[in-house]
């Protein structure tokens, strides 16, 4: 895993924004069930597309509902594998996590994008 990055303007009142996620080799397996969310003051996100292949893949999330932060993090469950069918991370889920990815502020409110730009 390399990394996660925001694929759209930041910071967004936006319903949905992609984030373009960058593995150091092709794989394959890529796909819902691998992302979870670290969010602050945003609740019901989900990933609503994925796309992609070899080492780049973009990440389509329904922003849910609420202002704050909201970060893409995958969560290694061994579904994810490279050409020699290696799992993300080697054997055992868990070990492949990447939760250090580019954040989103999220504001719905005219009032509120001024606040947290501070």
Known sequence: MVSINRANENPTDAA??????????PVTGVDA???TFTASGITGA???GVSGSHSTYTITVNTGTGDGSLRLDLTDNDSIIDSSGNPLGGASAGNGNFTTGQVYLIGRHH????????
């Open 111 to 118: 009032i509120f994008l001024p606040l947290i730009l501070r």
């Open 33 to 35: 069930s691998d992302f």
């Open 46 to 48: 989900s990933v609503t």
């Open 16 to 25: 949905s924004v992609n984030f373009t996620v960058k593995f150091s080799e």
